[in-house]
């Protein structure tokens, strides 16, 4: 089967520095993705990791350990309209992408 | 250039109706796919195409058809409506590729009643 675990809800201060952890076990693996989602909007694509080590991407970076199955979005000087869901998803060994429950992301001042 | 057009954005059935759900894009993607988001259930999808003429089920597919007679358009069908088909609907296309991120349309919100 296959397994993707994110936090359900994480809250940070506006300027600061925010990690969210993503784990996965999937049949297979042919990338990583982070999604951000704002409330009531569509997913729109962050970032994507398919080799070890990290990626970056102004704020926001991403880095994968495929041996561990483990993935963090780190989000830096954090401002309000951060405030979203992030969703990490999985290409396995399919064309299928799969994605986590995903995690809220409260920023306040 | 549009991107991915979803039709309609809102729709209210009642138990046992049957309905169609349009997505349209205009990017020349081969892969579609129908997910539904379902609060504290995150995206599950529900079937995908990887070219004209082909589909293939996802996660949970029962109590839905779709079909794909052209690259641009990929109708999702629910034959007999049920109140557990309550949901936000997305349809997302890619290129192709393994690095190819999925381009959302904008949402049709479904209830069932």
């Known amino acids: 089967g296959q397994n993707i675990d994110q936090p359900t809800e994480m809250t940070a201060t506006e300027g600061a520095i925010v990690q969210i952890n993503c784990t996965y076990q999937?049949?297979?693996?042919?990338?990583l993705f982070w999604y951000q989602q704002h409330a009531g909007e569509a997913p729109t694509f962050l970032s994507y990791?398919?080799?070890?080590g990290l990626e970056e991407k102004g704020r926001f970076s991403s880095f994968l350990s495929r041996s561990k199955g483990y993935s963090y979005l780190l989000l830096k000087e954090l401002q309000m309209k951060d405030s979203a869901s992030y969703l990490c998803?999985?290409?396995?060994?399919?064309?299928?992408?799969?994605f986590g429950t995903g995690t809220r992301l409260q920023v306040f001042p | 250039n549009a991107g991915v057009t979803q039709t309609p954005k809102f729709q209210v059935l009642k138990t046992g109706q049957s309905m169609t759900l349009q997505c349209a894009q205009d990017?020349?993607?081969?892969?579609m796919s129908w997910y539904r988001q379902d609060p504290g259930m995150g995206l599950r999808l529900i079937h995908y195409?990887?070219?004209?003429?082909?589909?293939d089920q996802g996660e949970v597919p029962n109590g839905y058809n779709v079909s794909r007679s052209t690259t641009e358009d990929f109708p999702l069908r629910l034959l007999s409506a049920a109140p557990s088909q309550t949901s936000v609907y997305f349809c997302?296309?890619?290129?192709?590729?393994?690095?190819?991120?999925?381009?959302f349309g904008n949402g049709t919100r479904l209830t069932v009643t």
């Open positions: 998803a999985v290409r396995g060994d399919t064309d299928k992408l799969i």
């Open positions: 999937t049949s297979g693996f042919n990338g």
């Open positions: 990791n398919v080799l070890d």
């Open positions: 990017m020349n993607h081969e892969y």
């Open positions: 195409s990887v070219g004209a003429g082909i589909t």
């Open positions: 997302a296309t890619a290129e192709g590729t393994n690095d190819s991120p999925l381009h």
